[in-house]
């Protein structure tokens, strides 16, 4: 049952700072069919941090750019205001033991959950960032990301 619950989360694992991670958000998880029960499963199979206080700080200013990114998908944030702006977003990562075994499993990834992510961060923070959606080419060894331009979706 374990094992169905991680395949399930596999399609919306995305990766910063190398780490791989999920929002934390209940109403994003619920429409992919994720509810918090799942989550307490996982972290007492020691494959996911349940920990709900987890989050990702940023600080970000005019034209600084924070990439999230799964193997296909990446939502690119770009600050907009000269003065420097805090946020967070919420999440659960994975395990050591998580991650290898993520490393070996197929992987499909959720294009709706992408956008439902994004459009969560742009609402949450709408003055002071600007979203988009792109997709991604293969992660350069020295770090970078490439993707494509335009955005295949983007909030203002």
């Known amino acids: 049952d374990e094992a169905e ?20 958000d209940k109403d994003i998880l619920e429409k992919n069919g994720i509810n918090y029960e799942m989550i307490l499963r996982l972290s007492e199979c020691g494959l996911i941090s349940s920990n709900s206080l987890l989050s990702f700080d940023f600080k970000i200013t005019n034209n600084d750019r924070i990439l999230l990114y799964s193997n296909n998908s990446l939502i690119r944030i770009i600050g907009k ?3 420097p702006y805090k946020f967070s977003i919420g999440v659960y990562t994975l395990t050591k033991a998580g991650e290898e075994l993520y490393s070996i499993l197929n992987k499909t990834y959720d294009k709706e959950y992408i956008s439902n992510l994004a459009e969560k961060i742009y609402t949450d923070n709408k003055d002071k960032v600007a979203v988009s959606i792109h997709i991604t080419a293969t992660p350069l060894n ?4 490439l993707y494509i331009d335009p955005p295949l979706r983007s909030f203002p």
Do not use: E, H
């Not at 991680?6 to 991670?21: G, R």
């Not at 020295?142 to 990301?145: H, K, L, S």
């Open 81 to 83: 205001n000269d003065v």
């Open 5 to 24: 619950i991680f395949q399930k989360i596999i399609p919306i694992l995305m990766k910063f700072a190398n780490s791989l991670f999920l929002t934390n």
């Open 142 to 145: 020295d770090g970078r990301i």
